[in-house]
């Protein structure tokens, strides 16, 4: 499986309906997921792009990783609050999703994908 472009109407049914609860974060996903906000012509979201297309086929069967294109999808840029990009949202099935901002190398989404969305301990190696 690869990453999954999201429009607003996919991000309503597939990740929170913030129009109808905009005062609470209700997860609709079947398991937990990384959304990275990211714009065509930035050069680090484009050096992780490769990336997350790795990183989503070797947690295939435990995440989804999405992608929504800030200058295509305003709304939900401005709904997070995006001011950097590339911007990453890590939503865990039961928590309060947690952003990170910046380029981050390999190394440091796994552990944030084995931490903060599979609640495994990771050493740093």
Wanted: hydrophobic share 40%; net charge negative; with cysteine.
């Amino acid at each position: 499986m690869a990453t999954t472009h999201l429009t607003k109407s996919d991000f309503l049914k597939k990740v929170a309906n913030y129009e109808e609860n905009p005062t609470e974060w209700k997860y609709l996903g079947d398991k937990p997921c990384v959304i990275d906000f990211y714009a065509n012509w930035c050069g680090p979201c484009k050096m992780v792009a490769p990336i997350l297309e790795d990183l989503s086929k070797e947690y295939e069967n435990d995440i989804y990783i999405y992608k929504i294109n800030t200058e295509e999808e305003e709304e939900l840029a401005a709904a997070f609050g995006i001011r950097s990009i590339p911007s990453m949202l890590f939503c865990p099935m039961n928590e309060t999703p947690q952003m990170a901002m910046g380029a981050l190398p390999k190394q440091s989404l796994k552990q944030a994908i084995e931490e903060v969305l599979l609640g495994k301990t990771v050493e740093i190696k």
